[in-house]
Nanobody, 123 residues
Framework: QVQLVESGGGLVQAGGSLRLSCVAS????????MGWYRRAPGKQRELVAV???????DYADAVKGRFTISGADVNNTAYLQMTTLKSEDAGVYYC?????????????????WGQGTEVTVSS
């Protein structure tokens, strides 16, 4: 199964920015899309951004215009550039992989969950 390692989280003030990174340990033929999820305190894990190898992207409404996903390249890396961070963006961010954006959006990830990287937003 595809293993994921996330990094880049930390403490940031509201309005600030962070860039998260994810590396998937697999050959490039095992998946077609990479996605970022977050688990806010007391809430379920949700998909916030996804990108295909062809560069197609999709975002949760809550982050549109503020977050940018990139990557899903031959190095099996994905990045999440987060700007104008809000307190509600705080949580543990995870990445995972899948076969299509459509299936990822309905829970069709195929990798093993990593440790995630924690984002804390101070007001």
């Amino acid at each position: 199964q595809v293993q994921l390692v996330e990094s880049g989280g930390g403490l940031v003030q509201a309005g600030g920015s962070l860039r998260l990174s994810c590396v998937a340990s697999s050959d490039i033929f095992s998946f077609n899309v990479m996605g970022w999820y977050r688990r806010a305190p007391g809430k379920q894990r949700e998909l916030v951004a996804v990108i295909s190898r062809g560069g197609e992207t999709d975002y949760a409404d809550a982050v549109k215009g503020r977050f940018t996903i990139s990557g899903a390249d031959v190095n099996n890396t994905a990045y999440l550039q987060m700007t104008t961070l809000k307190s509600e963006d705080a949580g543990v961010y995870y990445c995972n992989v899948g076969l299509s954006i459509a299936t990822m959006k309905i829970g069709g990830y195929i990798g093993s969950w990593g440790q995630g990287t924690e984002v804390t937003v101070s007001s």
